[in-house]
């Protein structure tokens, strides 16, 4: 069974890092896409980043530069990598996982991506 389990949110000052984790089986790690993906309240979900079984990436374009995905298979854990927050990055941050080609390529980009957790809030005050 595929489960991601967020972790690492909570309050940060604008211009401050933080890092999220999402922790997967070896297996899901080795052959699925994974992905970020952002909702704040009263917005629409908001595909952050995804990386690919190798270990190509996709941003969002409000993300570029500032965010980075990684993964590290040994301690089975997708990264985001969160530098220069703003309040607009304020929102609840879901992992997902799925077996989708052309990984981050689609429209959303988390396209494919069937597999949730149930999301870390980030809060990023000005």
């Known amino acids: 069974r595929v489960q991601p389990v967020e972790s690492g949110g909570g309050s940060v000052q604008a211009g401050g890092s933080t890092r999220l984790s999402c922790a997967l089986s070896e297996s899901t790690l080795r052959s699925y896409c994974v992905g970020w993906v952002r909702q704040a309240p009263g917005k629409e979900r908001e595909g952050v980043a995804v990386?690919?079984?190798?270990?190509?990436?996709v941003y969002g374009e409000s993300v570029k530069g500032r965010f980075t995905i990684f993964k590290d298979t040994a301690k089975r854990v997708v990264y985001l990598q969160m530098n220069n927050l703003k309040p607009e990055d304020s929102a609840m941050y879901y992992c997902?996982?799925?077996?989708?080609?052309?990984?981050?390529?689609?429209?959303?980009?988390?396209?494919?991506?069937?597999?949730w957790g149930k999301g870390t809030l980030v809060t990023v005050s000005s």
């Open positions: 990386v690919d079984t190798d270990l190509s990436t």
């Open positions: 997902a996982a799925g077996e989708v080609l052309s990984c981050g390529r689609w429209s959303p980009m988390y396209y494919g991506l069937d597999y």
